[in-house]
């Protein structure tokens, strides 16, 4: 299950994963695919939602931050991973982007208890081959 803000790159990057083209729309709700459950942004930007992450979450076998290197603000609360009782990785999207500041993203999804990062780019496929791996997907 991926969470992030709106626009944080999730179902973009559940595309690149899945060899599909790459194809805007926006999340509206929680989304069931093969092998990913994708979440609105809203989801994690709104306090009151939270309990709505952590119910979908019991049907996930893992939980991937999505923290967008080019995020200037923290998305997650301090220790959010605890709300969830399985594995959570963190997923530093955009990697690509000019103003691309990886370590501040880092920092956060640290902050927030994660421990185990991937660093990807869904346009030039950077760290997509690692992230497979690490979700058994490879
Ligand atoms: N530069 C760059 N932009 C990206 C990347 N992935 C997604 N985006 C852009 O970020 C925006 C939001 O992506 P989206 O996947 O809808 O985010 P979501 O709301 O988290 O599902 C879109 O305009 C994407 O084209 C990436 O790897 N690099
Ligand atoms: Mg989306």
Same mark, same amino acid.
């Given at each position: 299950?991926? %969470? &992030?803000r709106t626009g944080a790159g999730k179902t973009t990057l559940i595309q690149a994963l899945e060899g599909m083209a790459l194809d805007y729309r926006k999340t509206q709700a929680v989304e069931y695919l093969d092998k990913y459950i994708d979440t609105p942004g809203e989801y994690s930007e709104n306090r009151w939602m939270r309990g709505h992450l952590q119910v979908t979450g019991t049907e996930a076998d893992i939980v991937a931050f999505v923290h967008c290197s080019t995020d200037t603000q923290p998305v997650f609360?301090? &220790?959010f991973r605890y709300f969830f #009782? %399985? #594995?959570v990785i963190g997923i530093i999207t955009k990697v690509d982007h000019p103003e691309a500041d990886v370590e501040?993203? !880092? !920092?956060?999804?640290m902050m927030a &208890?994660?421990?185990?990062?991937y660093c990807v780019s869904a346009f030039t496929?950077? &760290?997509?081959e690692e992230l497979r791996a690490a979700l058994g997907h490879g």
């Amino acid at each position: 299950m991926l %969470i &992030g803000r709106t626009g944080a790159g999730k179902t973009t990057l559940i595309q690149a994963l899945e060899g599909m083209a790459l194809d805007y729309r926006k999340t509206q709700a929680v989304e069931y695919l093969d092998k990913y459950i994708d979440t609105p942004g809203e989801y994690s930007e709104n306090r009151w939602m939270r309990g709505h992450l952590q119910v979908t979450g019991t049907e996930a076998d893992i939980v991937a931050f999505v923290h967008c290197s080019t995020d200037t603000q923290p998305v997650f609360i301090n &220790g959010f991973r605890y709300f969830f #009782p %399985i #594995p959570v990785i963190g997923i530093i999207t955009k990697v690509d982007h000019p103003e691309a500041d990886v370590e501040y993203a !880092r !920092r956060m999804l640290m902050m927030a &208890g994660v421990d185990e990062f991937y660093c990807v780019s869904a346009f030039t496929g950077e &760290g997509l081959e690692e992230l497979r791996a690490a979700l058994g997907h490879g």
